[in-house]
């Protein structure tokens, strides 16, 4: 029996599409997917001349990858919004452990465009006046 990879025995979500994307991905992901994907390309390409090169032939292939594509999308953006989500929290556990730091910074990634691009001005100016200082 092949052994799930890592990713795929490390997450656990409580929902039933978090366990299945954290699943597939982990999956998906893994260097036998892409074998598996390079054989069907293989195959696909050595049937070529059984079919003539025909519309039809390009149009599986054409579709079959447009298909995965298309729900790779979903099952990658949900791993990636548990990642930082995760990511997150880990900082907001930095800042809140580590005595000078701000705890204004905690959660900030739920602040509005406007408060981002205010927060990021103020570290721009912090950074021009320390460049100041070097000089």
Do not use: C
């Amino acid at each position: 029996m092949v052994k799930p990879p890592l990713e795929v025995r490390t997450r656990t979500t409580n929902d039933a599409f978090g366990s299945f994307a954290a699943s597939a991905s982990g999956w998906l992901g893994s260097k036998w997917a892409f074998a598996g994907a390079g054989v069907v390309i293989v195959l696909w390409a050595a049937v070529g001349p059984i079919f003539h090169f025909s519309d039809t032939w390009q149009l599986v292939i054409n579709t079959g990858t447009t298909i995965v594509t298309f729900l790779m999308v979903f099952l990658i953006q949900n791993t990636q919004n548990r990642d930082a989500r995760a990511i997150n929290l880990k900082l907001n556990e930095l800042i809140r452990a580590i005595d000078k730091a701000r705890d204004q910074m905690i959660d900030i990634e739920n602040l509005s465009d406007l408060e981002l691009d205010a927060l990021q001005a103020k570290y721009e100016n912090i950074k021009a006046a320390w460049d100041k200082r070097q000089n």
